[in-house]
């Protein structure tokens, strides 16, 4: 089982739709979570960051974590043709000594306008 | 000036060549990284630091190695590059654990 996985899609919305992304990882005692968003050819930058269950918002966005089924979504409202791209989940896993962050492989959206 | 700066932005190279890609930064973080990304599979770690003393490989190093030349500067070395190797690698660095990860512009290398 790899450590964080995510469906590559790619996912498709219309324009002004929810967005859903999701990941799940493999290590229990995991303790923080980011999500990433990666446009084609440019580094990754921030969206969230979560480490407590629950939803964590942020304008347009949702973060929302449940460590009992090692789950953590991403939740993007009125989605735009601007939030066309690859979303990384990222898991630090709490059972290494130094605090390696781990990728998944990412989910590819595309906002239809 | 961004952050953390990454050398060469894009390099092609053939099989068998030696070859480094450098990375400092600015944001006086402790921790850094390297990953490389290949379509359909994410970033994975190659090598990690902590400080100068402390060099720790990730789940891909075979084939790398690092050099951690400064508490700002971790650049990475392909002893003798084979295709497989073509990639875009980012390095990121890290202030505290459980913190967020910020990375360079990337380098796309070719190996032919």
């Known amino acids: 089982q790899k450590e964080v996985e995510q469906n590559s899609g790619p996912l498709s919305v219309p324009e002004g739709a929810i967005a859903s992304l999701n990941c799940t990882y493999s290590?229990?005692?995991?303790?923080?979570f980011f999500w990433y968003r990666q446009y084609s050819g440019k580094s990754p930058e921030l969206i969230m960051s979560?480490?407590?269950?629950g939803d964590k918002e942020d304008g347009r966005f949702t973060a929302q974590l449940n460590k009992a089924s090692q789950y953590v979504s991403l939740l993007i409202r009125d989605s735009q043709p601007s939030d066309s791209a690859t979303y990384l989940c990222?898991?630090?896993?709490?059972?290494?000594?130094?605090?390696?962050?781990?990728f998944g492989p990412g989910t590819s959206l595309s906002v239809i306008p | 000036d961004a952050d953390v700066t990454q050398t060469p932005r894009n390099r092609i190279t053939k099989t068998g060549k030696r070859i480094m890609l450098e990375c400092s930064q600015t944001?006086?973080?402790?921790?850094m990284y390297w990953y490389r990304q290949d379509p359909g599979l994410g970033l994975r770690l190659i090598y990690y630091?902590?400080?100068?003393?402390?060099?720790n490989k990730g789940e891909i190093s075979d084939g790398y190695s690092v050099s951690r030349q400064a508490q700002a500067k971790f650049s990475l070395s392909l002893e003798s590059a084979i295709p497989n190797q073509t990639a875009l690698y980012f390095c990121?660095?890290?202030?505290?654990?459980?913190?967020?990860?910020?990375f360079g512009q990337g380098t796309r290398l070719t190996v032919v």
């Open positions: 290590d229990r005692v995991s303790q923080s």
């Open positions: 979560i480490y407590s269950n």
């Open positions: 990222a898991v630090n896993p709490a059972k290494t000594s130094y605090d390696k962050v781990i």
């Open positions: 630091s902590f400080d100068v003393k402390d060099i």
């Open positions: 944001k006086g973080h402790d921790r």
């Open positions: 990121a660095t890290r202030d505290t654990r459980n913190t967020e990860a910020f």
